[in-house]
Every structure is written in C-alpha cells, then in structure tokens.
C-alpha cells in the first residue's frame, strides 16, 4: 500500500466516525515518535494509532483476539506496539500483504470494538 500519513488519516476518517488528536506531542518534550491517535466522537475513545517509527509509517488497530492471531501471520503485521498484544495489532502500511480491502475491513472492526 502506498498511502501518506495524511492520507491514512483521512482514509480512517472517510470509513469512520473519528476525529484527529495529538494528545502525546507535547512541543516541550523530546519526541522521537509523532502520535496521531484517532478517537472515538463523542465518547473520545481511541479506536486506531498512526505514528512513524524507523522510517516507517506504522498503524495500531484493536481485534479481535482470533483475528489478532490470524493477522500476526500476514507480512506487515505484528502485535500492537505499546498496546495490549491480545487485542492490538500493528501494520507497516507501506510494507504489508494487507489488502486495501483488509485494511479497510480491520478499521471498520476497530472502529466497532471502541464504540463499547
């Protein structure tokens, strides 16, 4: 896949009914990592997390436990960095098997886990 910060953002923003945040970015911290946390309206709970890492632009997803194990087996995908590993995936965007499709398929599931 070859998708943009920006255009992740917006492509989880045009399937979801989230907002932007960067609650983790404080300007007087030394920052290694820009945190864009993608949140819930309404509720604010976070449903998905971009950040950039080694050059790589990185994706953090909440599953469902049987689909974080049947993910962890697809090229891109690890568990959730900084998250809880049963519930929590991480996908390298730029470098995954994960479809357009699956990617869209695994927001819409993260979206609707976060709404609870």
Do not use: C
């Amino acid at each position: 896949m070859d998708l943009k910060r920006q255009e992740l953002i917006q492509f989880i923003l045009d399937r979801t009914n989230t907002t932007e945040s960067y609650p983790f970015n404080n300007p007087s911290r030394k920052q290694t990592i820009l945190w864009t946390i993608m949140k819930q309206v309404g509720s604010g709970k976070m449903m998905a997390m971009i950040f950039e890492r080694d050059d790589k632009l990185l994706l953090n997803l909440k599953l469902k436990p049987e689909h974080v194990d049947q993910m962890k087996h697809v090229g891109g995908v690890t568990s959730g960095f900084h998250m809880n590993k049963k519930y929590w995936v991480t996908v390298d965007i730029q470098n995954t098997d994960v479809t357009q499709i699956e990617l869209e398929n695994m927001i819409i599931e993260s979206d609707s886990l976060t709404k609870r």
